[in-house]
């Protein structure tokens, strides 16, 4: 079994991996982003809510996001294993979700960042936005998410350094090879439970 996250940068490649690993280890994949977009797409009121924040590029609100991601966690029962992509993604976010698993003996086994430099990462999401019309995927909103992320996100580094779980991998190269770095990375940690 194995809980981990993936923490990086817009266009680091949270969600190509994350569904890799997913398939590798077994385990779901839950993107915050992917579950705010279905809200999107079915018109609920919480995607009504949400949508304005992302197409500023801006953090949808901490309460939104970890009801979210923690209902889905816990579901009917607990779930054992996932990968996640996108969340915790603020500090309060980051101190509610390890309340959350240290209650339950289920924190995070690992945590992945992945370093990609920035013009790298602005040319990615301007290539997805091209392909897949994400509507944030626009040149303004990806500088402002840029800065939300090292602001914001980016402190969440330390937070879990700090606790002896994070694991920084080059996230440049072939999506195999960085699929691979990860995996040495995560090899270890996965237990039978
Ligand atoms: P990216 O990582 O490329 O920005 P995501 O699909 O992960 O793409 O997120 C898209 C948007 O969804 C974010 O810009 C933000 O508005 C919102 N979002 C996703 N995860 C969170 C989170 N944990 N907390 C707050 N907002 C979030």
């Known amino acids: 079994m194995l809980r981990a996250l993936l923490l990086a940068p817009p266009g680091a490649?949270?969600?190509?991996?994350?569904?890799?690993?997913?398939?590798?280890?077994?385990?779901?994949?839950?993107?915050?982003g992917d579950l705010l977009r279905q809200h999107v797409a079915e018109g609920t009121a919480l995607g009504a809510e949400a949508k304005a924040y992302m197409d500023r590029g801006e953090l949808v609100p901490d309460k939104i996001v970890t009801s979210l991601i923690l209902n889905r966690l816990t579901g009917g029962k607990p779930l054992r294993g996932f990968i996640l992509d996108g969340f915790p993604r603020s500090l309060k976010q980051a101190e509610d979700s390890y309340e959350w698993g240290q209650g339950r003996r289920l924190t995070f086994q690992r945590v992945i960042s992945l370093a990609v430099d920035r013009d790298e990462l602005v040319r990615r999401l301007l290539e997805r936005g091209r392909q897949s019309?994400?509507?944030d995927d626009t040149e303004e909103t990806i500088r402002?998410?840029?800065?939300?992320?090292?602001?914001?996100?980016a402190p969440l580094l330390d937070f879990y350094r700090q606790r002896g779980i994070l694991a920084e991998v080059d996230g440049t190269g072939s999506v195999e090879?960085?699929?691979?770095?990860?995996r040495a990375a995560l090899d270890p940690v996965v237990d039978a439970g």
């Open 133 to 135: 019309g994400r509507t």
């Open 13 to 32: 490649g949270k969600g190509t991996q994350g569904r890799r690993l997913a398939e590798i280890y077994g385990v779901p994949h839950l993107a915050t």
């Open 177 to 182: 090879e960085v699929t691979d770095r990860i």
């Open 144 to 153: 402002h998410r840029l800065e939300v992320y090292e602001a914001t996100t």
